[in-house]
């Protein structure tokens, strides 16, 4: 009996070094896969283009609808947020409204958008109407995830005529957004030479657009954006304008991402969507990350 008793002990002891060996290399592997994880992750930054079809003058309801949107993007584990031109306000804004009937910048409505950055850890580009006493500008505000109002685009390419003649021209310096140099267009920006040349003497990462640019053979869009990213092996990522609210139809107008002088991934221009893509900021890769989100 006691012969049994010590084979049994010595079987015993075996089958708890050998589960213990494999505790150990489960640990040491799933370490491994984690860091692999993490590092990748890193290096990434998701984006969201959020393809919007603004109410014309109604800030009430562009609020609501780009908050919604926001909410949408980071269960979809975006980082940055992309609006298009004057999301905020809507492109045509002025047939309904005065820009003295603006509030003045920054508005109740961004230092909410600040807390919601704090919550949610993203970062957001938000277009809109920006009014500073009696100056006005079409900009776009960046919000970062500390919830601090960290850089302002102003459109510099003002297009003649009422729709933007209430805008003074602005600025065209890189932002510096989560540690990655942005070169930012409003739209008709990226006609100018100037900018490009500008923003490539920086040595930016990424350029990103907001735009309210309808398809015309005519005047663009794509020859311009083809034009810049043969220029910068950076990324030029778009958040266009969709459908017609107004007098202006933007029911074909494009989103996408534009790489090495083409067109790499546009987004379905057949609803309001927000479309993802992942932009690996050390190698320059930028692919889709998933189906878009219909809002």
């Not at 409204?97 to 807390?115: C, D, G, T």
């Not at 996408?256 to 900021?281: C, H, L, M």
Request: glycine share 8%.
């Amino acid at each position: 009996m006691k012969h049994h008793n010590k084979k049994r002990g010595i079987r015993n002891n075996w089958i708890r070094y050998l589960l213990l060996i494999f505790l150990w290399t489960a640990i040491f592997i799933g370490d491994g896969i984690a860091e692999d994880s993490t590092s990748d992750t890193n290096t990434t930054i998701r984006i969201a283009i959020f393809q919007m079809s603004p109410e014309e003058g109604n800030f009430t309801a562009n609020h609501a609808t780009i908050e919604e949107a926001i909410n949408i993007s980071r269960e979809r584990g975006a980082d940055w947020f992309i609006t298009p031109e004057m999301a905020e306000s809507g492109y045509e804004f002025i047939e309904y409204i005065k820009p003295e009937q603006v509030p003045e910048f920054p508005s109740p409505w961004f230092y909410r958008l600040a807390a919601i950055t704090r919550e949610k850890n993203i970062t957001l580009f938000i277009g809109f109407p920006e009014r500073i006493e009696t100056d006005y500008y079409n900009a776009v505000a960046v919000i970062d995830k500390e919830g601090n109002i960290s850089g302002i685009h102003q459109k510099n390419v003002i297009i003649p005529g009422p729709i933007e003649g209430w805008a003074t021209p602005g600025n065209s310096t890189p932002l510096e957004v989560d540690g990655q140099s942005v070169g930012y267009y409003i739209c008709a920006d990226a006609t100018d030479q100037n900018i490009t040349n500008t923003y490539i003497s920086y040595n930016v990462d990424i350029f990103l657009s907001s735009a309210a640019w309808y398809p015309d053979p005519t005047m663009g869009p794509e020859q311009y954006w083809e034009n810049i990213t043969t220029m910068s092996d950076a990324p030029l990522v778009i958040a266009n304008t969709l459908g017609k609210k107004g007098n202006i139809d933007f029911t074909h107008a494009e989103s996408g991402v534009y790489q090495n002088g083409k067109e790499v991934y546009r987004v379905p221009d057949s609803t309001q969507v927000i479309a993802f893509v992942d932009w690996n900021y050390l190698t320059g890769e930028i692919i889709p990350a998933g189906e878009p989100e219909i809002v």
